[in-house]
């Protein structure tokens, strides 16, 4: 017909590559696959439950999960507030930032003059580490969210200042951010804007100095680092939550369904059994390994049971099969 233009091969790749449309439509393809599987429970795993658990601690203790680099401050403040909603409004949430991405490295790209500005999105995208990422909960997907926020914000709205600002923040959400960061600032420093530069280190010296007045100690970033190699073997579920917080294990009550039932018998169908009785006051190392599960022991055995621990087949928010 005349006045339509036939849709060749090389048209259609050229609007893939090129067009800012294109990528929009490729987060939306990224954004419902995200949805399809994180809701479906696909890519479910525990540092994704992990960041949602940091997020619901934030609601109930704010000051000691912030100034507790664990935490993951910078993350289990952006979840916080949707926390409380449930886990699946989180996934959501996770979902949605994790495919903010893709136009935002198609814009940096653009902005610096690059020929197929999309074809980094079409990377990115191609990626199956990245495409569970996001519905799994997993925070690398924050971390490159937030550096192409950073580069677009940097190169393509020319804000270095808040650029700046915000590397030195992501420094709080996974701390490899600071290879990057560091690498950006070496060259803003010797090539300009240096604002870039100097503003990379404001927000983690302030976040220092609070911490230090939080923990009256000026040392308490090495004391506490963002990573432990295992949970120190004194503490106990009974303790407080302040001093979870700072040994590095998380109270089992922000995360109900992470509680253990230790029993002899095999658990009742529709959920594991739970003691109500006060956990024991031995010091050995079993007694502290049993804190707070339920034991069965035969009252005419001096022998103690084998027992088995094991976690609820299904989340919370998920109905009993």
Excluded at 81 to 99: C, D
Excluded at 209 to 234: M, Q, V
Aim: net charge positive.
């Amino acid at each position: 017909m005349e006045g339509r233009r036939a849709i060749t091969p090389r048209a259609a790749a050229a609007w893939i590559l090129e067009a800012p449309a294109a990528a929009w439509a490729l987060a939306l393809v990224a954004l419902a696959f995200g949805l399809w599987s994180g809701l479906g429970d696909r890519y479910l795993h525990d540092e994704g439950l992990l960041t949602w658990h940091f997020a619901q601690v934030t609601l109930e203790a704010p000051a000691a999960a912030l100034f507790w680099q664990k935490s993951r401050p910078l993350l289990a403040a952006l979840y916080g507030p949707f926390a409380g909603l449930g886990q699946p409004v989180f996934t959501v949430i996770h979902v949605v930032i994790a495919a903010l991405a893709l136009p935002l490295l198609a814009g940096v790209a653009r902005a610096i003059g690059q020929r197929s500005p999309n074809l980094p999105a079409l990377l990115v995208a191609s990626s199956a580490l990245w495409l569970a990422c996001g519905p799994a909960g997993v925070s690398n997907s924050d971390a490159l969210t937030g550096l192409c926020l950073a580069l677009y914000l940097w190169l393509a709205r020319g804000r270095p200042l808040a650029a700046g600002l915000l590397l030195g923040a992501l420094l709080f959400a996974r701390s490899e951010v600071a290879v990057f960061a560091g690498g950006i600032g070496l060259y803003a420093l010797l090539r300009g804007p240096r604002r870039l530069a100097l503003a990379i280190p404001a927000l983690p010296a302030i976040y220092a100095l609070l911490g230090a007045l939080y923990h009256h100690d000026l040392l308490w970033s090495l004391r506490f680092p963002p990573a432990l190699p295992a949970p120190p073997p004194e503490t106990r579920a009974s303790a407080p939550p302040a001093t979870r917080l700072a040994s590095g294990t998380p109270s089992t009550r922000w995360s109900p369904w992470a509680r253990r039932s230790c029993s002899s018998s095999p658990p009742a169908r529709g959920g594991w059994r739970r003691s109500s009785a006060s956990p024991p006051r031995s010091r050995s190392p079993t007694s502290r390994r049993s804190a707070g599960c339920r034991r069965s022991a035969s009252s005419t055995s001096t022998r103690r049971p084998a027992t088995s621990c094991r976690r609820s087949p299904s989340p919370p928010w998920r109905s009993a099969r």
